[in-house]
């Protein structure tokens, strides 16, 4: 079954404290990207990739980090969680060809995350 | 550089009546215009896509959206509410290839379905 999956769903943490949330697909799709979604405010994209080693910043970039190693792997990384970083992350992904099905993109469950 | 309105954040509808969901667009090109569907505690679900073809979109479980360029809007709608309906619905915009497929969402509408 093609997916995008995310770990953990749920994390809860402490302010300064490092954490990856993981996201993977089987989809052999090049793009991913990562949102962070807000009552109100819809979904804003964080990071993206366009293919393994090619990153760049999208909207709200700030506090995050993230790294493209293999083709199926796209984590987030929060160096140190603040508690306005508190939301629902959204890992996403498409394929880079042509035609129509490349401006579909397929979204993983989500992960809750709050900072206390 | 592309925006999405979304008049209403929440919408409650009686079962079995009209759903109408407002999206308004700004976009420099001509746009690529998506809805997507998220239900409780789950992923968002691609509903329907405008990608310069037909005005009038058909999509899944009913909903259908129409394209008007004059009025930069692409309004989603289904004629008979069901329960199942309740949920959250986002329209996004993306400018195409030359933009990297970039997706921009609206805030979203939550929609209240009454017995």
């Known amino acids: 079954e093609a997916q995008v999956t995310q770990n953990p769903r749920y994390l809860i943490t402490v302010t300064g404290k490092k954490l990856t949330v993981t996201c993977s697909q089987n989809m052999n799709h090049e793009y991913m990207s990562w949102y962070r979604q807000d009552p109100g405010l819809g979904l804003r994209q964080i990071y993206y990739s366009m293919n393994v080693e090619v990153t760049d910043k999208g909207d709200v970039p700030e506090g995050y980090k993230v790294s493209r190693k293999e083709k199926r792997n796209f984590p987030l990384i929060l160096e140190s969680p603040s508690p306005n970083q508190t939301s629902l992350y959204f890992c996403?992904?498409?394929?880079?060809?042509?035609?129509?099905?490349?401006?579909?993109?397929?979204f993983g469950p989500g992960t809750r995350l709050t900072v206390t | 550089a592309q925006s999405v309105t979304q008049l209403g954040s929440h919408v409650s509808v009686s079962e079995g009546a009209l759903v109408l969901l407002r999206c308004n667009y700004s976009?420099?090109?001509?746009?690529?215009l998506f809805w997507y569907v998220q239900y409780p505690n789950q992923g968002l679900q691609l509903l329907l896509k405008?990608?310069?073809?037909?005005?009038l979109v058909k999509g899944i479980n009913g909903f259908e959206a129409e394209f008007k360029k004059s009025e930069t809007s692409f309004h989603l709608t289904k004629p008979s509410a069901h329960m199942s309906d309740a949920a959250e619905y986002f329209c996004a915009v993306s400018e195409g290839p030359a933009a990297g497929n970039k997706l921009t969402f609206g805030g979203g509408t939550r929609v209240l379905v009454k017995p």
């Open positions: 976009s420099s090109v001509p746009p690529y």
């Open positions: 405008y990608t310069s073809a037909a005005t």
């Open positions: 996403a992904s498409r394929g880079l060809g042509s035609g129509r099905a490349a401006y579909e993109q397929y």
